[in-house]
């Protein structure tokens, strides 16, 4: 069992950054994939990114790809996605995930994820 807190959203203006944090529960953070989902309204969620347990795999969606970076500190226990360039198109709730290591392709799934966070909101004007 893991338990996950984001945090670091807000309303910013399009073309700045932000990072979002999420800080998990338990000595165990280290056994998990972690992801990051995101809902905009009207709209079913949809993959962010997922990182590989050690932090050495990494994966996105098109639509953000070379904008955010996902990272992660085992020591701390936390996930990162650091945003930049961002448009109002990325105005959404920003979930983190965790879930078993599988095979890659599940990553972009959120049915895969077993643990989940509350989410934070993100909103971008333009």
């Known amino acids: 069992q893991v338990q996950l807190v984001e945090s670091g959203g807000g309303l910013v203006q399009a073309g700045v950054s932000l990072r979002l944090s999420c800080a998990a529960s338990?000595?165990?953070?280290?056994?998990?994939?972690m992801g990051w989902f995101r809902q905009a309204p009207g709209k079913e969620r949809e993959f962010v990114a997922a990182i590989s347990r050690s932090g050495d795999s990494t994966y996105y969606a098109d639509s953000v790809k070379g904008r955010f970076t996902i990272s992660r500190d085992n020591a701390k226990y936390t996930v990162y996605l650091q945003m930049n360039s961002l448009n109002p198109e990325d105005t959404a709730v920003y979930y983190c995930?965790?879930?078993?290591?599988?095979?890659?392709?599940?990553?972009?799934?959120?049915?895969?994820?077993?643990?989940w966070g509350q989410g934070t909101q993100v909103s971008v004007s333009s």
């Open positions: 338990g000595r165990t953070f280290s056994s998990y994939t």
């Open positions: 995930a965790a879930t078993v290591p599988l095979t890659p392709r599940y990553y972009y799934s959120e049915g895969m994820y077993n643990f």
